[in-house]
């Protein structure tokens, strides 16, 4: 099964997802690159998958074009000690 | 249309440990896409990794939500990439640092993945917690 095949929307990197949750994605380098009918808009949920095949749920902040930036959402408050 | 690459002020730490979250996020296809956007956003075939600042992984945790969120990372030495030919560029908010490629093929994406060390379970993973 390659990444292509896993139901999400979008592809990510973790590695590029910053301090603010946002992370750039590509609809090009996704699954849903071939469906016309995915037009991801601001405020729209999605699902994103990445090379872990880890899938993730977020909110797309931004668009332009054939880029999607989107904030993905965080599980478990962070406790760690100041 | 790429933007003009813009790099973070300040020293280079005498010791740069820089993690890749995730236990494949180092092979081609990853790699590949990675520096296509790179190159499209800077006109420089780059991947993202993350500096452990001063080693503490609490204050990576802190500074990058989604470290805690990953079961698995990827360790190198800055020094050791650099040395392999590997220029580090602190490119967007601390402690994010990009990995040069001099281009984007199979046996630089091999030689560049070779320095990676892992994967090492993540001790902040959210999901160790009960």
């Known amino acids: ?26 609809i090009s380098q996704g699954p849903r690159a071939a469906d016309p009918s ?35 959402e965080i599980s478990g408050a962070l406790t760690l000690s100041a | 249309m790429s933007k003009h690459l813009e790099l973070r002020d300040g020293t280079i730490p ?27 956003r800077w006109s420089v075939y780059a991947f993202s990794v993350l500096e452990v600042p001063n080693g503490d992984f609490e204050r990576l945790a802190r500074l990058i939500p989604e470290f805690s969120q990953r079961r698995q990372f990827l360790e190198a030495d800055g020094p050791a ?32 993945a070779s320095h990676f060390r892992g994967p090492f379970d993540n001790p902040l993973w959210v999901g160790r917690k009960g």
């Open chain 1, 1 to 26: 099964m390659t990444l292509m095949d896993i139901r999400a929307d979008l592809t990510y990197d973790p590695n590029e997802v910053g301090s603010d949750c946002v992370v750039e994605c590509w």
């Open chain 2, 81 to 112: 990439l650099l040395a392999a030919g590997f220029p580090l560029l602190p490119t967007l908010k601390h402690p994010h640092w990009s990995v040069v490629l001099s281009e984007p093929t199979q046996s630089q994406f091999q030689r560049v």
């Open chain 1, 38 to 72: 995915f037009d991801p808009q601001p405020g729209d949920r999605v699902t994103l998958v990445d090379e872990d095949a880890e899938v993730r749920r977020g909110r797309v902040t931004q668009r332009d074009g054939n880029i999607v930036w989107v904030q993905v």
């Open chain 2, 14 to 40: 005498d010791r740069l440990v820089v993690v890749r979250l995730g236990k494949n996020t180092l092979n081609e296809n990853a790699l590949a896409n990675a520096c296509e956007r790179s190159f499209a």
